[in-house]
C-alpha cells in the first residue's frame, strides 16, 4: 500500500485552541486514521503534546462529522479537535 | 419544508420566531435556556464550530421531526458574548398531540447539551474563568432516548 | 409572589404574558394547547366552573412552584368558543436547571387535562356535536406523580 | 342524632346540565352525605334520576373542592356534579 500524503486543516476549539496556540493549522500527513494523526500532532511540540495526551477528554470531528480514533482520514478535508461540548 | 435553524451571535426574539410557529397543530412545546447569575458570573462566553454548528443542528432537528412526527420544529443558538438574564437558546417544537411535542423538546435539549459543537466559558467581574466542564449527566441522558 | 393564573374568555398574547417571565431563572418551559382541524371541526365550546376553576389552579400551581422548586409559574386557560387554529391554554415554568422547568410542566399538564373543571365541546359546520369524552389515558397520565 | 335540614345550592355542568335542564337549583335537604343527596335529587324527577343514574360517570365538588360519594354534607353550602373534566 502506497502512503498517501494529504493536506489536513486542523481545527481547535475552546481550550484545545487555547493550548495549541492557534484555531487551526494545515498539516500534510499520510496519517490513515485520527489515531495516527494524533500521534503525529503531538510529536509537533509539547503544546501540542500536553494537549493531546488525554484524548478520553477530546472529542474529535472528521469533515464536521463526530468521529472516533479508529476514523479514516481517506479523501478528508477537515479534522477537528475539542472539549466535551456544553450547548444549550 | 423542513425545521428552521439559527445560529447567530446577536440576541434573538422569541415573540417573533415564535409568531406563527405550529399553525394547524394541537401542541406546542417551547424551551429557552437563559444565562444564570451563579457566583457572581456577568456573561458567557460561547465558542462554536462554524459551519458544523449549522449542520448538526439541522440533521438533528430532522431527526427530531421524524421520531416524534412533528409538524414543525425550531431551533435557535447564540454565540459569542451572553451577559446575565438573557437567553442562550431556544427550542420549539409542534405536534398534533402533547405528549409529542414534550418529548421532542426533551430529546433536542439532551442532545444540544452534548452533542452539539459549543463550549461555554463564564465570565466574571474579574475577567474570563474558565471553560465549563460537561457533565456527565448531560452525557448519561442521551442514552434514554 | 404566587404563580400567576388567568382564566378568561378573550384570547390571551402569550408573548406579552411571556414578557419578563422566568427572569434570573436558567431554564423555562412553555407549553400552548391550540385548537386542531380535526374532523371539520370549527371550533371548540369550553365550559368551566367560576370560582372552583381559578382557585383549583391557582392550588395547583403552587403545588408545582413548591414540588419542582420553581421560580415562576403561569397559567392561563379560556373558556368559551374557540376558533381553530387559536390557543385554548398555555402553562409557562421557571426553574435554576431543565430538568425541573420540563417536570413541571408535564405535571400542570397531567393535571389540568383531568383536574381541572372545564368541558370541551366540539362545534362543527352543522353546529355544536357531543361533550368530548376524557380519556383514561389522561386519568392514568396522573398516577405519573 | 338530629336531622339537620339546610339549604345547598347543586350545581350542573356539561351534560349533567343539560340534561337535568337547569344550571343550578337550592335544595333543602338533610342529606349526611352526597350519597344521600344524590339518592334525594335522583328521586326528583326522571331527568335528575337519568342524569345520576351511573355515578361512575360523574365527578362530585363540595364546597368547590372535589370529593367522593361518602363526603359529608355537614357546612356544605354548594355541591357541584360533572361529567370527567376534559381540559388543557
Redesign the interface.
Given at each position: 500500500m502506497t502512503m498517501q500524503v494529504a493536506a489536513i486543516d486542523v481545527?481547535y476549539?475552546?481550550?484545545l485552541?487555547e493550548r495549541i496556540g492557534v484555531p487551526r493549522e494545515r498539516v500534510e500527513t499520510s496519517a490513515a486514521t485520527v489515531r495516527d494523526l494524533v500521534a503525529e500532532l503531538a510529536g509537533r511540540d509539547d503544546w501540542h503534546a500536553a494537549a493531546l495526551s488525554d484524548m478520553d477528554a477530546v472529542r474529535v470531528?472528521v469533515d464536521?462529522?463526530?468521529a472516533d480514533m479508529d476514523a479514516p482520514l481517506a479523501g478528508a478535508r477537515e479534522v477537528?479537535f475539542?472539549?466535551?461540548?456544553?450547548?444549550? | 419544508m423542513g425545521p428552521r435553524v439559527i445560529v447567530q451571535d446577536a440576541p434573538f426574539d422569541?415573540?417573533s420566531l415564535?409568531?406563527g410557529f405550529?399553525?394547524?397543530?394541537?401542541?406546542?412545546?417551547?424551551?429557552?435556556?437563559?444565562?444564570?447569575?451563579d457566583d457572581g458570573l456577568v456573561a458567557l462566553e460561547?465558542?462554536h464550530?462554524p459551519?458544523?454548528t449549522e449542520?448538526?443542528l439541522s440533521d438533528h432537528a430532522r431527526n427530531a421531526v421524524e421520531r416524534f412526527a412533528l409538524t414543525d420544529a425550531l431551533v435557535v443558538?447564540r454565540f459569542g458574548r451572553i451577559e446575565v438574564?438573557a437567553a442562550?437558546?431556544m427550542v420549539a417544537t409542534a405536534a398534533?398531540h402533547?405528549r409529542a411535542?414534550?418529548e421532542a423538546?426533551?430529546f433536542l435539549?439532551d442532545w444540544?447539551?452534548?452533542?452539539?459543537?459549543?463550549?461555554?466559558?463564564e465570565i466574571g467581574a474579574e475577567g474570563p474563568r474558565g471553560?465549563?466542564?460537561?457533565k456527565d449527566a448531560d452525557?448519561a441522558a442521551l442514552t434514554r432516548w
Open positions: 481545527l476549539f475552546a481550550w485552541r470531528a464536521q462529522r463526530l477537528a475539542f472539549p466535551p461540548m456544553t450547548g444549550g | 422569541a415573540a415564535l409568531d405550529g399553525a394547524g397543530a394541537g401542541a406546542v412545546v417551547t424551551f429557552s435556556g437563559l444565562v444564570r447569575a460561547i465558542e464550530y459551519g458544523m449542520a448538526a443558538h438574564g442562550i437558546m398534533p402533547r411535542a414534550f423538546a426533551d435539549m444540544l447539551k452534548s452533542r452539539a459543537p459549543f463550549w461555554k466559558r471553560w465549563v466542564a460537561a452525557e
